[in-house]
């Protein structure tokens, strides 16, 4: 459970560390756009070898395209629904992107951690750092600029998500042991789908907007770092 805390306490407190960084940090656009288009790229490999390749391994891929599926329709519509509220510049949509496929992709990373060690989760645990910390910086600074929350609400939203992802990963590691590979790949294949959708709607969009010149090389760079620490993990 130590290790479950620790690896959790990380990947949620990107989150109101990247909140904290929209909200009262500076940063050049382009520099913000780089960062996030990095983020993707590794979670472009991530989603892949960490969430849907172990469920055809570990199932079939009939749960995986169904999880995908699901995922990917879950976050559209929620996404879809946020912007209709807020406004598709409100930063709605990065806090749909975090949390719809954060709490599948917790749970995942709760199971994996049932037993593994440090360096089995550091690929998935890292992708999701290095997605969580540009996503939220992004998505407060424009809950604050153009929906024009006070600081405190903006953190308050974006504390109380990494409060949500953390149960969510303390779940998966405590409850979810025991259920079978379908169920747990189809946990994970949910998440997968998430990714896809938000990266495609959200993340890739949002960093090309910022910085049109190096995403390309951002994204590629993102992946890299993706696969190498796959292969520091045993990936």
Known sequence: MGLTLAVVAIVSGALIIGALWGVYGKLHERVEGFIVALAGGALLLSLVTELIQPTI?????????????????????????????????????????????????????GVALISAGPKEVAALGASILLSNLPEAASGARSMRENQQMSKGKVMAVWAGTA??????????NVLFASLNQNLLGFVRCVAAGAVVASLATEVFPKAYKA??????????LGLLLALILGQIGGG
């Open 57 to 109: 391994e570990k199932s079939n891929t009939t749960t995986a395209v169904l999880g995908v599926a699901v995922g990917a329709v879950l976050f559209t519509v929620i996404d879809y629904l946020i912007d209709e509220k807020w406004g598709s510049n409100s930063g709605g949509g990065l806090l749909a992107a975090v949390t719809t496929d954060g709490i599948p992709e917790n749970l995942a990373l």
């Open 163 to 172: 409060l949500i992802l953390s149960l969510a990963a303390i779940i998966g």
């Open 211 to 220: 910085d049109s010149t190096l995403v390309g090389i951002a994204t590629a």
